[in-house]
């Protein structure tokens, strides 16, 4: 759009190549009385808000701004009248649109009193960028992440693997094996396979929750037998570890509606890695409430906390608190993302707190309350029958 610069009489007096060079300037250039009433806009400044030279003499500044920021630019332009000052604002674009800018004031006594002069520069670039940046930033931590879980996915497949294998070519190639030996060996093999399929279990659920095709059967459940079932499955590896894990009663019999198999899935993947993460003689505890219009799941350990860095990205996929070569736990760390996930899935929220390494950890799942059945219909199932309870947590010890 062509534009010419606005001018008026008070403008005549500045010297003819200093506004020759204002006017052929990238950046916009206005000169604002005392009222804030525009008296000069060069032609940069009339393109970049999409408005023609004659529209803008006597126009107020503040009506090219963004109305949410119109406060902030006119204190920006009183200070401007006394000193030079910064600043940034959105300029109110003819097609309704905002143009991100730079502002920068200065007093100009020699245009009429409280008259100040305005440099604005486009930002529209520089948010690009910036957004162009941050992508990559992310794109890399990105790929890093999945490098890492590769790494990590590799290693967890293979060590059961090779257990199972050295303990099969061990029983099939030897005579003189030992009752008690075999036995030991079956186990060894069971043991494995469980935690092979417990792993290969997390990778489908991922990709389905990714792939948009994890379905949800619900129905009313009453959260305390969910909560029974999962303590139940949980125990073995907790009595392996020598970490007591217990409910606390509430004496609140609450109903949601859910998958139970899924909310169990939920119930039981934060009770075994608060145990994974809890040492020995530790305490994890799991407690049900209402809070409002919704129950409350909250499983709490002494276990050895959470560094505040790593709190925000627990819920996300390839993410570990302990990923690369040192990490001390087994696991794809997919667990907490699995969980995340099917609370969200049946209208809930999941949350993580903790003072910090050292202090244990707290697990928030939020589900909303069920409501009455106005019609007085049962569910297909008993709403007490607890979900069939997942595999035992599989123990490795016997690698």
Not at 137 to 158: G, I, M, P, T
Not at 250 to 274: F, I, K, M, Y
Not at 354 to 378: C, H, K, M, N, Q
């Amino acid at each position: 759009m062509a534009a010419e610069p606005v001018n008026d009489d008070a403008d005549e007096a500045q010297d003819p190549p200093g506004r020759r060079f204002v006017e052929r300037m990238a950046e916009g250039a206005v000169v604002a009385a005392a009222d804030g009433a525009i008296r000069y806009a060069n032609p940069s400044f009339a393109a970049l808000v999409g408005r023609r030279a004659g529209e803008l003499l006597g126009l107020p500044l503040l009506d090219l701004v963004d109305p949410v920021q119109s406060d902030a630019v006119r204190r920006l332009l009183a200070h401007g009248r006394e000193r030079a000052v910064r600043g940034a604002a959105d300029l109110a674009g003819a097609d309704g649109g905002r143009v991100p800018a730079w502002l920068s004031v200065a007093p100009l006594p020699e245009a009429g009193p409280g008259a100040c002069a305005v440099v604005v520069g486009d930002r529209r670039e520089e948010r690009a960028l910036a957004r162009e940046e941050s992508a990559r930033r992310e794109a890399e931590a990105a790929n890093l992440a999945k490098d890492q879980f590769l790494s990590v996915l590799s290693h967890e497949l293979r060590t059961p693997l090779n257990a199972i294998l050295g303990w099969a070519q061990l029983l099939s190639s030897r005579d003189d094996v030992q009752p008690e030996q075999a036995v030991r060996g079956l186990a060894v093999i069971e043991r494995n396979a469980r935690a092979q399929t417990q792993l290969i279990d997390d990778l489908l659920d991922i990709s389905r929750i990714v792939a948009g095709k994890l379905r949800l059967e619900l129905r009313r459940v009453r959260i305390g037998d969910v909560v029974e079932a999962a303590l139940a499955a949980v125990a073995p590896a907790a009595a392996a570890r020598g970490v007591r894990v217990e409910a606390i009663s509430t004496g609140e019999e609450e109903t949601v509606l859910a998958d139970p198999d899924r909310l169990q899935q939920v119930v039981w993947n934060l009770l075994s890695n608060a145990v994974k993460y809890t040492p020995a003689q530790g305490r994890v505890t799991v407690q049900a409430r209402r809070d409002g219009d919704a129950v409350e799941v909250r499983v709490e350990d002494t276990g050895e906390g959470i560094d505040p860095e790593t709190l925000p990205k627990l819920f996300q996929l390839f993410e570990q608190g302990d990923s690369g070569a040192t990490r001390r736990s087994t696991g794809l760390g997919l667990g907490l993302a699995i969980v995340r996930h099917l609370a969200e899935l049946h209208g809930g929220s999941a949350a993580a707190e903790s003072a910090g390494p050292g202090r244990g950890s707290t697990f928030l799942v939020r589900l909303p309350l069920a409501r009455e059945d106005p019609g007085g219909e049962s569910d297909p199932r008993p709403a007490s029958e607890p979900a069939a309870p997942p595999a035992p947590s599989p123990d490795l010890s016997g690698l």
